[in-house]
């Protein structure tokens, strides 16, 4: 039998699926969203409706966009540098990439990486489409940004394989040391990357 009303044991369900939240904290929100205002339970519904109704896909890159636009700001600026292309495994990775104001160039989202114990294939992700864009050529250097995890690495390692048949460098995000960390704390795999990718003090 249940002992909470039925819209607020749907809504910590709800909340509950979401990454990140377990139970404790789905009926946190859940209580703390009761108790709020009105004003703020129809603004996040209509924003979560919003997310859904009012977005897509860029055509070319495949990041988040407004439903009204078929390419992205980013692949239709022309201030960027269009012989630089970035990929990336999701469409926050973007977001972290462009706060550090050190990239120019564009962007291709994977929307995930291979993983054969969850069953994703090469054709589950836009690498078709990677390769397609590389292929009409204008890219000097293709960067591949995607996370240092077991998912990452073999993504990395099969996109490497699958562009060196076209004439563009081919290049992975440096992997190491975190700024501020100490040797003693870093563990084995962050510490032989670190040593791989040593670099010239000059």
Not at 168 to 183: K, S, W
Request: net charge negative; hydrophobic share 40%; proline share 5%.
């Amino acid at each position: 039998m249940r002992t909470l009303p039925e819209p607020v044991q749907n809504l910590i369900d709800a909340l509950s699926r979401l990454p990140g939240i377990g139970p404790k904290t789905a009926s946190r929100l859940a209580f703390y969203l009761l108790r709020a205002p009105e004003e703020l339970s129809q603004s996040l519904s209509h924003a979560l409706i919003g997310i859904k109704q009012e977005t897509g896909l860029c055509e070319i890159c495949f990041n988040i966009t407004h439903k009204d636009s078929k390419i992205c700001e980013v692949c239709a600026s022309d201030q960027r540098d269009h012989s630089t292309l970035c990929v990336v495994e999701e469409p926050l990775d973007v977001l972290a990439i462009e706060k550090t104001d050190g990239f120019n160039g564009l962007y291709h989202v994977l929307h995930g990486v291979l993983s054969p114990i969850e069953g994703i294939k090469p054709d589950d992700l836009k690498i078709r489409e990677l390769s397609e864009r590389i292929q009409k050529g204008g890219f000097k250097e293709v960067i591949l940004a995607t996370n240092p995890s077991m998912e990452g690495d073999a993504t990395a390692m099969y996109l490497h394989e699958r562009l060196s048949e076209f004439n563009v460098r081919v290049t992975r995000l440096a992997l190491g040391l975190p700024v501020g960390g100490d040797l003693e704390y870093a563990d084995q795999s962050t510490l032989l990357r670190a040593l791989a990718g040593r670099q010239n003090l000059d």
